[in-house]
């Protein structure tokens, strides 16, 4: 439920698809690109796309990596045969980008568009409380610079209509005057497809005359993934693939179907499996709290997990999670023990002993386990039903050979964080 | 509106709201908040529920109250004028449609959604709608909000003891907004704990263009003279804490502010990590939780280290506030004590009641249906026969194959005997004259009595009788002529001596070859012998035949206890074995009158004699 990425490729196919929609079928792009991922058959593209043997390629990878011309990512000028060997080398290997590292697996191969750097525009859209707002530079392509300072900028305010707003006067005073009339045009039409599709963000550095063809080089996009409902059958098989580098494990994966299926919020993020501190935590707002505290008392390089359960999940819910977390941390032994911080501030309508229910299934199914990987429970919650929740886990606790703590309302929030840890390192 | 608050006020005690959305719950927590705050009337004034219009029964305190129910927000606004806060439950999909349409409506000016996961395009259109009217939008994806002592926000604050602990009966002093919807709650307590509570609680929603920001609601607090200090709690992502830092300077927020932005462990994490909300998300830098906590102390706000020291530094500000006389604590008031809900106190094993009904042969309480506590997948993964199945429910237990199957075999037997028996008859005249099922059948089963079916019952009870007390069959025939009693179970009007009954022939055969004995019987037969003598067509007949083999399949067993024989026939278990029989024969016949399509039943003239009392004329 928020912003997210899209590949380049589906950013492509999908501008290229709806864009004429947009402009009485005056505005087009070129929709000539192919997608190679780790099980593409080159004969197979060649076959449905003979373009790619008669004309000149560009090659990038397209994993939401950033600044990809700058690190060395993109072929351009290339035939086939030299874009299938770049592609070889490198599918499948570990590249790093900045702090960053990740395996390349998927790549977007397009034409070639022999043009003149000075021909290249800025051109960006963005979200932002008042409605949306346009970017505009005279110069674009990788060394553009500081575009929030340089490029010009323009607020559709949400009810505006883009064909009554001064774009040309607002964002084109420095282009040429014989492109002006295109360029508007293009901007108006590819901010109806924008506004019209659940975009959050849409960037074309640079953007391009060809001869008199306006044509997007480089593009990334955000959509918001609530606006899916609206957009159905214009979005498609768009995937939302994770961050580049981040790779979701299976118990990740997991929980990310888990929490797709429910109406309940059910979030997993593994941050190292070999961490001694894991967290299993209910609430949006208090699973950041908690995170915050691990880390602020300098057991970041300790801790496992990030996540969260919320909305009144059912109890079979939480026992998926719960076991899906305690499974993780009782995989591997740690001679200095491990801590299970199974924390939350105090709900509003959560029935907090109907989900304890889940974790406390989960907890008696992993007694063994637990006690083998010698793992200490602290517990702190508030809300409906908060007293019996807590008992629970206390006898929990006497029948359990694993030291459960429960503490409520009247301890700080993150009081057990402190308690568990003792104090910092 | 109604009553003019001041534009700094969303809520007052007066205020009431319509619900759209049939939540039950919310509705009686909002109630019960309004008890113990002692308004004198609830909060709710409407709920629209799409499905049905009518009334709502809730408490207010130890009374009932009907809440009306309308099935469109128009016409609940036009009903109730008054109600000036609007509180949307309706799911991400209809939230937009439903928000707006409550917009347009003059009277409403509050409105709170409710919804996760409501397009970002939508929330800012109605944003910009409710600015453009000066409206205020609470939310999406939040839990509400509330004023202390005055009104609440569906579930916000939870359960009644926690209103309570977190002293939210009355106003305080700090006026606190945050953008969780769950931390509004545990803020709501760490204020009270550290001061004397919040005056107003707000939680914005996690989304990225939330209806109404931290900043709009710390100006509303700013402007309010009953509020002294303020508390927020931020999150990374966006620029909203920034606005806040630049109100600080400009001194446009003057009033001690302690805030603390969470997220400050976004920097451990190696790739962008989309946390819980929607916004929590730091694109760049100052989008960081560092970096606000750092401008915000910069521009003069109370930022604790870290969130474990937060409520201490709103205890400072407070003491602060209280030793220059700023805050002047008030008096608690009573609280109205909220009777506990009956449920929730069972539930809690507080109270017991003695039921009003017990029941002692299935149970649908648990996780499974069980019939005398056999699991109904058991039933039907075992095989078990319907006449397993009516050992279960009648005699609490499984009987032994030879009973069971005795059991099923005379459901079958009995189960019809052609459309001219007197039950029959009924239920094909009243399906005839346009009557339904229930009715047809009714009338066919309401015939069976002491002449039709109901010999089964006094055959086997004066069979029994006689061959306790040792009667000779000859006894007991004169016995019955002695009393002008027929024997019951004996004589047909077709069968007889020469054309039996093969029905009766069928059991006499089956209850020979697996019954343990059939004293009872041999016993009928030998009377059989002698009635027949007189007449032929007075042969122990299905009914008698039924009814005295079932006390043969008691009688001579260990499995029967003696009572349980007894029970059998004062509570009468046979002509419920009849009537459940039958009822598959009537209900065919009902079934069959209706494919045939059979006009209004008349009986012949030509068929009644009619002798009427003559009449004499004067």
Redesign the interface.
């Given at each position: 439920?928020?912003?997210?990425a899209i590949r380049e490729y589906d950013v492509k196919k999908m501008i290229a698809r709806l864009l004429p929609n947009y402009s009485g079928g005056s505005v087009t792009i070129p929709d000539k690109c192919v997608q190679v991922r780790l099980e593409t058959k080159f004969a197979d593209l060649e076959h449905e796309n003979p373009w790619l043997v008669t004309t000149k390629l560009v090659v990038k990878p397209d994993q939401l990596i950033k600044r990809r011309g700058k690190v060395g990512l993109v072929l351009l000028d290339a035939s086939w045969d030299e874009a299938k060997n770049w592609i070889t080398e490198r599918i499948n290997k570990e590249i790093t980008s900045g702090?960053?590292t990740g395996r390349l697996n998927t790549f977007i191969v397009e034409p070639f568009v022999p043009h003149d750097a000075k021909d290249e525009y800025y051109f960006a859209m963005r979200?932002v409380?008042?409605?949306d707002e346009i970017l505009f530079y005279r110069q674009g392509g990788i060394d553009v610079g500081d575009v929030e300072t340089k490029a010009e900028k323009l607020t559709i305010?949400?009810?505006d209509d883009v064909d009554n707003v001064d774009v040309e006067g607002k964002l084109l005073k420095n282009v040429s005057p014989d492109r002006m009339a295109q360029l508007a045009k293009f901007i108006r039409s590819t901010f109806k497809l924008y506004?019209d599709n659940?975009f959050?963000y849409l960037e074309i550095n640079p953007i391009a005359f060809a001869g008199d063809r306006l044509i997007p080089l480089d593009l990334a996009a955000k959509l918001?993934d609530?606006?899916g409902?609206?957009c159905k059958g214009r979005w498609d098989d768009i995937e939302f693939p994770?961050?580049?580098?981040?790779r979701r494990t299976p118990e990740e994966e997991y929980i990310h179907l888990l929490d797709e299926k429910s109406g309940a919020?059910l979030?997993l993020?593994i941050?190292n499996p070999k961490g001694r501190v894991w967290t299993m935590i209910?609430?949006?707002?208090?699973?950041?709290?908690y995170?915050?505290?691990?880390?602020?008392l300098g057991y970041?390089g300790e801790?496992a997990n990030?996540g969260?359960y919320?909305?009144d999940p059912t109890t079979d819910e939480t026992y998926d999670y719960a076991r899906t977390v305690i499974d993780l941390m009782t995989q591997e032994k740690d001679e200095r023990g491990k801590i299970l911080i199974i924390g939350?501030?105090?709900?509003?309508?959560t029935d907090v002993a109907k989900t304890f229910a889940g974790i406390i299934k989960a907890l008696k199914e992993y007694e063994r386990k637990l006690i083998d990987n010698r793992v200490k429970i602290y517990v702190r919650r508030?809300?409906?039903?908060y007293q019996?929740g807590l008992k629970q886990m206390r006898d929990l606790g006497q029948t359990l050979s694993v030291p459960i703590e429960a503490y409520g309302?009247e301890t700080?929030?993150?009081?057990i964080?402190?308690i568990a840890l003792g104090g910092g390192q | 509106m109604v009553d003019a608050k001041p534009d700094y006020l969303l809520f007052d005690k007066n205020t009431t709201s319509i619900i759209y959305g049939y939540h039950q719950y919310a509705i009686q927590r909002m109630l019960d908040f309004d008890y113990v705050c002692g308004r004198t009337r609830p909060s709710v004034a409407a709920i629209v529920n799409v499905e049905c219009s009518g009334w709502h029964k809730a408490f207010f305190g130890k009374k009932e109250v009907l809440v009306p129910m309308y099935t469109t927000t128009r016409e609940a606004a036009q009903m109730h004028p008054d109600a000036d806060v609007f509180i949307n439950f309706a799911s991400y999909r209809s939230a937009y449609p439903t928000t707006k349409e409550a917009l347009e409506i003059p009277t409403i000016w509050t409105l709170a959604v409710i919804a996760e996961g409501v397009p970002e395009r939508r929330a800012k259109e109605l944003a910009m709608l409710a600015k453009q009217k000066g409206k205020w939008i609470i939310g999406p994806a939040t839990v509400g909000g509330l004023m202390a002592g005055a009104f609440k926000i569906a579930n916000t604050g939870g359960t009644i003891d926690n209103i309570i602990a977190s002293k939210l009966n009355r106003p305080g002093s700090v006026g606190l907004v945050s953008i969780s919807g769950g931390m509004s709650n545990e803020m709501n307590n760490i204020v009270a704990r550290n001061s004397d509570g919040v005056y107003e609680s707000i939680a914005t929603g996690g989304d990225v263009f939330p209806g109404s920001t931290l900043m709009d609601h710390l100006l509303r607090y700013e402007a309010n003279p009953e509020i002294k200090m303020l508390v927020c709690l931020g999150e990374l992502g966006g620029n909203e804490e920034y606005r806040i830092s630049d109100a600080l300077k400009s001194k446009k927020i003057a009033k001690p502010l302690v805030i603390w932005v969470t997220g400050t462990c976004a920097k451990i994490f190696t790739t962008d990590v989309q946390f819980g909300h929607a916004a929590a998300k730091a694109e760049g830098i100052e989008e960081t939780a560092d970096a606000k906590n750092k401008a915000l102390s910069e521009a003069g706000a109370y930022v604790p280290k870290s969130f474990d020291d937060f409520g201490e530094k709103i205890r400072e500000v407070y003491e602060q506030l209280k030793a220059k006389g700023t805050i002047v604590e008030k008096p608690e008031p009573a609280i109205p004590q909220v009777p506990e809900d009956f449920s929730a106190a069972l539930k809690a094993e507080k109270i017991r009641k003695a039921p009003n009904i017990i029941c002692t042969i299935s149970d649908d309480s648990g996780q499974e249906l069980t019939y005398a506590g056999y699991p109904i997948s058991q039933v039907i993964e075992k095989g078990f026969t319907l006449g397993d199945v009516i050992g279960l429910l009648w005699f609490k237990r499984k009987l032994p194959r030879y009973a069971s199957d005795f059991i099923e075999m005379a459901l079958k037997i009995m189960a019809d005997h052609g459309p001219c028996v007197s039950g029959a008859h009924n239920a094909i005249v009243t399906a005839r004259a346009g009557k339904d099922m229930m009715s047809s059948v009714a009338s066919g089963i309401l015939t069976i009595g002491p002449r039709f079916g109901g010999a089964i019952d006094d055959a086997a009870r004066y069979f029994k009788s006689a061959y306790e007390r040792k009667l000779t069959p000859k006894q007991f025939m004169d016995e019955m002529k002695a009393q002008g009693i027929k024997i019951p179970g004996i004589g047909h009007r077709v069968k007889s001596v020469q054309n039996p009954d093969m029905r009766v022939t069928l059991l006499k055969a089956y209850a020979r070859k697996n019954f343990p004995a059939t004293p009872l019987l041999d016993y009928a037969l030998k009377v059989e012998k002698l009635t027949t003598e007189k007449k032929n067509n007075l042969i122990l007949n299905v009914d008698g035949c039924v009814g005295i083999l079932f006390m043969d399949m008691m009688m001579n067993s260990k499995e029967f206890k003696k009572h349980e024989v007894e029970s059998v026939l004062e509570l009468g278990y046979l002509n419920g074995l009849f009537v459940l029989s039958r009822t598959i024969g009537m209900i065919g016949h009902y079934l069959d009158q209706k494919r045939l399509k059979q006009p209004l039943y008349r009986h012949p003239y030509d068929d009644v004699t009619y002798m009427l009392p003559e009449v004499r004329q004067e």
């Open positions: 439920m928020a912003q997210k702090t960053v979200s409380r008042e409605g305010g949400i009810f506004a659940g959050a918001d609530t606006a409902f609206e994770e961050p580049f580098g981040k919020s979030k993020t941050l209910a609430g949006g707002g208090a699973s950041v709290i995170t915050d505290t691990v880390v602020g970041a801790l990030y969260e919320s909305g939350g501030g105090i709900a509003n309508f508030g809300g409906p039903n019996e309302p700080h929030m993150t009081s964080v402190r | -």
